[in-house]
Nanobody, 119 residues
Framework: QVQLVESGGGVVQPGGSQRLSCAASGRSLSFATMAWYRQAPGKQRELVAFITNSGNTNYADSVKGRFTISRDNAKNTWYLQMNSLKPEDTAVYLC?????????????WGQGTQVTVSS
C-alpha cells in the first residue's frame, strides 16, 4: 500500500520562499513520474510541475522561473522549492505519482498541504 505524505506548508509573506516535500512509503517510486498539483478555493485543480524518472521537468507558465521540482530516489521523496511567492500561489498543494505497471498506470495522491501567501 503506497502512501504519500506532504509537508512544508504554512503561511509565508509575498516574495518569500517555501519548500514542500512529499515522502512516499510502501514501494519505491524511482520509476514514477512525480508531480505537484494545487487547488485554490473555487478553482480547478491545476498541474504545477512534474519530473520524470529520467529527471526531465515541466512547469506551469504561472510558476516558471520561480518554482523548482526535484526528486531524491534514495529517499523516495520529491520536493517543490517555491521562491518569489505571490498571493495567487495560495492553495492546497498535492503531490502525485504515476507509475507504469505493465499496461496500466498506478496513480497515487497525497492528502495535501496548505500554502498561504499573505502579509
Amino acid at each position: 500500500q503506497v502512501q504519500l505524505v506532504e509537508s512544508g506548508g504554512g503561511v509565508v509573506q509575498p516574495g518569500g520562499s517555501q519548500r514542500l516535500s512529499c515522502a512516499a512509503s510502501g514501494r519505491s517510486l524511482s520509476f514514477a513520474t512525480m508531480a505537484w498539483y494545487r487547488q485554490a478555493p473555487g478553482k480547478q485543480r491545476e498541474l504545477v510541475a512534474f519530473i520524470t524518472n529520467s529527471g526531465n521537468t515541466n512547469y506551469a507558465d504561472s510558476v516558471k522561473g520561480r518554482f523548482t521540482i526535484s526528486r531524491d530516489n534514495a529517499k523516495n521523496t520529491w520536493y517543490l522549492q517555491m521562491n518569489s511567492l505571490k498571493p495567487e500561489d495560495t492553495a492546497v498543494y498535492l503531490c502525485n505519482a504515476n507509475l507504469l505497471n505493465g499496461l496500466r498506470i498506478e496513480t497515487y495522491w497525497g492528502q495535501g498541504t496548505q500554502v498561504t501567501v499573505s502579509s
